[in-house]
């Protein structure tokens, strides 16, 4: 016994240091930390562990349904071929049919749940946006920059310097149900207001384009945007709102390169390019 308390027996200290950790139960951090508190996104807490949970679970109805379809798919396949008297390749044409309907529906669904990768955090959409950007403009004439943050303004993933413009680009991802629409002229994320994102970007765009021509005494207006890998956005991919364009990141480069005239001549890229660099400041990793 020790100031009153016995050293073994359940009344012992670590005896209660044991209950205390066997209490935690379910809520313990396996191999984790008390100090650094997971993401939601990786807990059952979240939209996202709920969504993959029911897509795993629900992977039985779909081999289900689609041994269904590919079946009707058969059916069909050989009723084609004897209605057009090929009824010695009937069979072949069925199980032609059967497995091209099985195949396009397991590739519907496998896209539909790829398209929510980076809002389930199993991909970056920065680097994603980057891939599309650097394909499609590097030989353009056109820089980027990525994984910047605006000193006293909004962190931004890409900034992009060329002969038609400069662009800041942002990437976000919402729930593959939330609405984003544009009404009256207002910017909507499903039923909340969606001013708050649109007016941070740009703010973001027009601080640093005044940083631009202060500094180069070359006239800059940057175009704001935000690539948008998970969410239902409108038909076409596009949504201009608010002084802000929302788009898929696979259409990026397409409006970049959409833009029409000739603004800044090689020398001047340059020279914006250099003063970008040096205005910026790298964002650093998350830990």
Not at 103 to 124: E, I, L, N, P
Request: glycine share 10%; with cysteine.
């Amino acid at each position: 016994m020790r100031n009153g308390y016995p050293l073994t027996g359940e009344g012992s200290s670590a005896w209660q240091i044991l209950y205390l950790i066997n209490s935690f139960g379910e809520f313990a951090v396996p191999g984790g930390s008390i100090y650094v508190q997971p993401s939601e996104k990786y807990t059952g807490n979240s939209p996202q562990w709920w969504y993959e949970k029911f897509w795993r679970e629900d992977a039985e109805n779909r081999r289900r349904s689609r041994y269904v379809k590919a079946a009707v798919g058969l059916v069909i396949g050989i009723a084609l071929a004897i209605r057009f008297d090929l009824t010695g390749a009937a069979p072949f044409i069925g199980l032609l049919l059967a497995g091209l309907v099985a195949g396009g529906d397991w590739y519907f669904h496998w896209r539909s749940f790829h398209a929510t990768a980076v809002w389930r955090g199993a991909k970056r959409g920065e680097v994603i946006t980057a891939r599309h950007l650097r394909r499609s403009l590097g030989r353009q004439g056109y820089v980027v920059l990525d994984g910047r943050a605006i000193r006293g303004q909004a962190s931004i993933d890409h900034l992009v310097i060329g002969p038609a413009g400069v662009w800041i680009i942002d990437n976000e991802s919402w729930s593959p149900d939330t609405e984003i629409a544009s009404y009256a002229g207002r910017l909507f994320f499903g039923e909340k207001y969606g001013s708050k994102t649109a007016k941070g970007l740009v703010d973001a765009a027009e601080a640093f384009a005044e940083v631009l021509t202060r500094e180069t005494r070359i006239p800059v207006t940057i175009s704001p945007m935000l690539a948008v890998h998970c969410g239902d956005m409108p038909k076409g991919g596009i949504l201009v709102a608010e002084g802000l364009t929302l788009l898929k990141p696979r259409l990026t480069a397409k409006v970049i390169k959409a833009a029409e005239g000739r603004i800044y001549t090689d020398e001047q890229i340059e020279v914006l390019t250099r003063t970008a660099t040096r205005e910026l400041l790298k964002l650093k990793a998350a830990a």
